[in-house]
């Protein structure tokens, strides 16, 4: 098993507090709170706000590959269910061509101009797949099975991906610092 300094080149460094300006990927120990530390990227300092939607809703499909300047919205509900595609430049939302049939909790991917809506509600779950092309949507083929909620997957799935690096740092650290048995467990990486 390789250690941490063996796959980066160099130990892992002791502060009292956060460096004033780490560069992304960054590990450090921060000896004050005692916890191991990460510089993750951002892509910026602040939040700042754009245009509504035309129809507020929840539980929509998005294209999840969006931009600040390209992004659309597709079903949900206020309720009742909707089937509204609605397109962000960046500042104000308009609506385009609806998806063929309403729809909620859906998957979804894709950019502006190509995405997709799958599975979803209402009762029962459907097994439908739209695509759209930057103008209208088109049934393509079917899920196998009807599955809805697969969004929230998406989200669960990405989180744990976006994690793992840092998760796989800490168990390097803590395998450095405790040897590979810890309080009955084996620590595996």
Do not use: C
Request: no cysteine.
């Amino acid at each position: 098993m390789a250690t941490y300094q063996e796959l980066k080149g160099a130990k892992i460094k002791n502060y009292t507090e956060d460096p004033d300006n780490p560069y992304v990927g960054q590990l450090w120990y921060n000896t004050s709170t005692d916890s191991l530390r990460i510089r993750k990227e951002t892509l910026g300092s602040a939040w700042s706000s754009g245009g509504e939607l035309n129809t507020r809703r929840g539980e929509g499909g998005s294209s999840v590959n969006g931009t600040q300047t390209a992004a659309l919205a597709f079903g949900g509900e206020t309720p009742p269910d909707l089937a509204i595609t609605e397109a962000y430049n960046g500042s104000t939302w308009t609506e385009l061509n609806d998806l063929n049939a309403t729809n909620r909790v859906q998957g979804s991917a894709g950019t502006q101009t190509s995405a997709l809506s799958f599975g979803g509600v209402p009762v029962p779950t459907h097994d439908e797949t739209e695509l759209w092309n930057g103008t209208n949507w088109t049934e393509v083929n079917d899920l196998n099975t009807g599955r809805r909620s697969l969004l929230e997957l998406a989200l669960i799935i990405l989180l744990l991906w976006e994690l793992e690096e840092e998760l796989q740092a800490q168990l390097i650290w803590i395998k450095q610092r405790y040897g590979t048995e810890l309080i009955g467990l084996k620590l595996m990486i």
